[in-house]
């Protein structure tokens, strides 16, 4: 089992930067593959990136392709979401995820996979 924290959501203005953490307890962190996803306001919970276990893999959602970056460091236990030109579309309460898995490359994309949520954090961009 896994638990999940994020940190890092805050009052951006447009075009600014924010890079989101989600710390995990565990011992097995290095066997799960690990997602974002965010809810915007009024709306359902959409994919945002995910990340292989062995982070050799990655997968984006078409609206944040080229502008934000999901890493891992399993010494650290830690999933970061790096966020750059952010724009008021963007405004949503951001979650992490984790699901076990037991092949190294593969990542998971719908969050009905996912087993394991932090309690999210929230993100605002102002225009």
């Known amino acids: 089992q896994v638990q999940l924290v994020e940190s890092g959501g805050g009052l951006v203005q447009a075009g600014g930067s924010l890079r989101l953490s989600c710390a995990a307890s565990g011992r097995t962190f290095s066997s799960y593959a690990m997602g974002w996803f965010r809810q915007p306001p009024g709306k359902e919970r959409e994919f945002v990136a995910a990340?292989?276990?062995?982070?050799?893999?990655?997968y984006y959602a078409n609206s944040v392709k080229g502008r934000f970056t999901i890493s891992r460091d399993n010494a650290e236990n830690t999933v970061l979401l790096q966020m750059n030109s952010l724009k008021p579309e963007d405004t949503a309460v951001y979650y992490c995820?984790?699901?076990?898995?037991?092949?190294?490359?593969?990542?998971?994309?719908?969050?009905?996979?996912?087993?394991?949520w932090g309690p999210g954090t929230q993100v605002t961009v102002s225009s």
């Open positions: 995820a984790a699901e076990r898995s037991l092949v190294n490359a593969r990542i998971f994309t719908l969050p009905t996979t996912y087993d394991y």
């Open positions: 990340l292989s276990r062995d982070a050799s893999t990655t």
